[in-house]
T-cell receptor, first 112, second 111 residues
C-alpha cells in the first residue's frame, strides 16, 4: 500500500537534547513538507522540499533542520535551539508543490 | 499571512446544514479543504482551482470565489462522521505556491 509513515508516534525528550523525527513516503512524490500543530491551532509550515538535495525554510524554521538525501525520506531534527518544541508534528507529501498534500499519521513530541 | 476561517466552531444536530468560510488577503490560485479528527492526520477533502468551480465529496461541497478571494465549504444534511476540525489551505503566487492553512473550524455533530 502506498502512503506516508512517520515514526515514532510518541516521543519524549529531555530539554537540551536534539531529536530526529522520521518521515518516509512510497508515493513517488517529489515534494515533501513538515508542519507543526499546537493544541487547538492550525498547521504551520516548518520546512519543505521540492526535489532531492534541496529544501526551503517555511514560516517557523528556527530551531529545526532537515535533509533530503533520498526522494522517499525527509527527516526533521528538532534541535535544542527550539525553545518550545512540544507539539504535534505532521509530515506531508505531494506530487509537486501546490498539489494535494497527503499527510502521515504524525509524531507527538513532548519535552520533559 | 494565513487565511481567516469562520466560524471558529459550530455545533450541529444530525441532519442540519452548516457553512464554513475561508478568506484570504491574497489573490488565490487554489483552495484545498481538509478534515482532521482529534489526534489524527488531516485528510484531504477537495481542491478548488481558480475558475470559481464547485466540487463535492459525499454531501460536502465547496465553492471558490476568486474575485472575493474566498471559499466556502457546505456541510449538507450533516452526519455524525462529519465531526472534526476543518482546515482550508490556500495557494497563491504571492506565497510561492505553498499551501498556507487557516486556523481551523471545529465542527461537532450531535445525534
Amino acid at each position: 500500500d502506498g502512503g506516508i509513515t512517520q515514526s515514532p508516534k510518541y516521543l519524549f525528550r529531555k530539554e537540551g537534547q536534539n531529536v530526529t523525527l522520521s518521515c518516509e513516503q512510497n508515493l513517488n512524490h517529489d515534494a515533501m513538507y513538515w508542519y507543526r500543530q499546537d493544541p487547538g491551532q492550525g498547521l504551520r509550515l516548518i520546512y519543505y522540499s521540492q526535489i532531492v538535495n534541496d529544501f526551503q525554510k517555511g514560516d517557523i524554521a528556527e530551531g529545526y533542520s532537515v535533509s533530503r538525501e533520498k526522494k522517499e525520506s525527509f527527516p526533521l531534527t528538532v534541535t535544542s535551539a527550539q525553545k518550545n518544541p512540544t507539539a504535534f508534528y505532521l509530515c506531508a507529501s505531494s506530487v509537486d508543490r501546490g498539489d494535494t498534500q497527503y499527510f502521515g499519521p504524525g509524531t507527538r513530541l513532548t519535552v520533559l | 499571512q494565513q487565511p481567516v476561517q469562520s466560524p471558529q466552531a459550530v455545533i450541529l444536530r444530525e441532519g442540519e446544514d452548516a457553512v464554513i468560510n475561508c478568506s484570504s488577503s491574497k489573490a488565490l490560485y487554489s483552495v484545498h479543504w481538509y478534515r482532521q479528527k482529534h489526534g489524527e492526520a488531516p485528510v484531504f477533502l477537495m481542491i478548488l482551482l481558480k475558475g470559481g468551480e464547485q466540487k463535492g465529496h459525499e454531501k460536502i461541497s465547496a465553492s471558490f470565489n476568486e474575485k472575493k478571494q474566498q471559499s466556502s465549504l457546505y456541510l449538507t444534511a450533516s452526519q455524525l462522521s462529519y465531526s472534526g476540525t476543518y482546515f482550508c489551505g490556500t495557494e497563491s503566487i504571492a506565497a510561492g505556491n505553498k499551501l498556507t492553512f487557516g486556523g481551523g473550524t471545529r465542527v461537532l455533530v450531535k445525534p
